[in-house]
């Protein structure tokens, strides 16, 4: 079956951390860019990282950017996104997709297949 599966979500302290892992089944991982969103309650999607094909090239949202890491390890079709010191606003559904490209915007044309996602909450 092609999917795409995240895992790694929970519940931490502000200040904590947590590693996502985005893993591929059913098609090669690393003909497709890999972006990670969020969606929180009552808010819009929201692109948090990309990751090229061969993953030397990465981009990060503003609000993420020097504390979250994305990272890929095409061998075993796995794409992970490290959190560190993480926000109560940071909590969401976290879901990862295979796409065309890594851009600042998002359309429907870029998107080949998205994971089910999984809950990320941040609370004291």
């Known amino acids: 079956q092609v999917q795409l599966v995240e895992s790694g979500g929970g519940l931490v302290h502000p200040g904590g951390s947590l590693r996502l892992s985005c893993v591929a089944s059913g098609f090669t991982l690393d003909y497709f860019h890999i972006a990670w969103f969020r969606q929180a309650p009552g808010k819009e999607r929201e692109g948090v990282s990309c990751t090229s094909r061969s993953g030397d090239s990465t981009n990060y949202a503003d609000s993420v950017k020097g504390r979250f890491t994305i990272s890929r390890d095409n061998a075993i079709n796995t794409v992970y996104l490290q959190m560190n010191s993480l926000k109560p606003e940071d909590t969401a559904i976290y879901s990862c997709?295979?796409?065309?490209?890594?851009?600042?915007?998002?359309?429907?044309?870029?998107?080949?297949?998205w994971g089910q996602g999984t809950q990320v909450t941040v609370s004291s």
């Open positions: 997709a295979a796409v065309w490209r890594c851009g600042s915007t998002w359309s429907k044309l870029d998107f080949a297949l």
